[in-house]
């Protein structure tokens, strides 16, 4: 292993030797996107399509040009993914990051394009030797609006200790629907499971009353060839 850049601490670059996979360079992708603004019904807890269309968007630009400088390198795969986006005002910076890698075999590719994986070294490790494969970085994202209460509601809670039922409903509105099409960019890399999930929130800076729910983690299949341990079962949790 010389003559290569990467993010990998000293343990994940031996591991991944171990189960023959070659570091071959640290690739880069990013977007720097102009949220445009956009409004929402006062009183109505509803999805904002047209955010929610430009983080995906920019997200899936800057995936794409990681995507590119790998093929570039000669990759079969992408391992030790990271996402940061730097919010500023209604502009948004969307940088992606990882090692891109020399599989055992070009057959680790997916419809002829590296894979993607934000697990650790140790976590890829231990999914290869299982018996698993990564497919696809996947990721579902959704805006969302959550309604005023009206004068009098304020009125009748100020001083009590008490739920915001809007903002419940609301979070677990906007988390489903982000979860759900997480699962379906998993469905369409013809996926059996995800693993590694995380899910993020935050309101940006837009406004206290809209927040986006991101759902991100690994799309995974069986090789077929498990390893020297006993195949595990795909999990799927958040945290």
């Known amino acids: ?37 956009t409004l929402a019904s006062w009183s109505k807890s509803e999805e904002m399509p047209k955010l929610t269309s430009a983080m995906q968007e920019a997200r899936a630009s800057a995936m ?32 992606v990051m990882g090692t891109a890698v020399k599989a055992p075999s070009p057959a680790w590719r997916v419809d002829g394009a590296p894979f993607t994986s934000d697990l650790s ?25 959550v309604a005023h209460q009206g004068l009098g509601q304020w009125l009748n809670k100020l001083g009590n200790n008490c739920e915001m039922t809007n903002f419940t409903q609301a979070l677990y509105d906007a988390r489903e629907i982000a979860m759900e099409r997480m699962q379906a960019e998993a469905e369409r890399a013809s996926a059996t499971g995800i693993v590694g999930v995380k899910v993020k929130e935050g309101s940006y ?12 983690g690994t799309s995974i299949a069986a090789t077929g060839a498990p390893g020297e341990h006993e195949p595990i079962a795909p999990m799927l949790s958040a945290s």
């Open 1 to 37: 292993m010389s003559g290569y850049t990467s993010d990998l601490s000293i343990d994940e670059a031996i591991l991944l030797e171990e189960i023959g996979f070659e570091p071959l360079s640290f690739v880069l992708g990013s977007s720097f996107f102009h949220i445009g603004y």
């Open 64 to 95: 794409r040009r990681l995507v590119d400088q790998a093929r570039a390198v000669g990759a079969d795969g992408i391992v030790g993914v990271r996402m940061d986006v730097d919010h500023r005002e209604h502009h948004a910076e969307f940088v």
């Open 121 to 145: 070294g140790q976590d890829f490790w231990a999914l290869v030797r299982a018996g698993y494969r990564p497919r696809s970085l996947v990721v579902g994202s959704c805006v969302y609006h």
């Open 205 to 216: 800076g837009w406004h206290s009353h809209i927040i986006e729910f991101l759902a991100i």
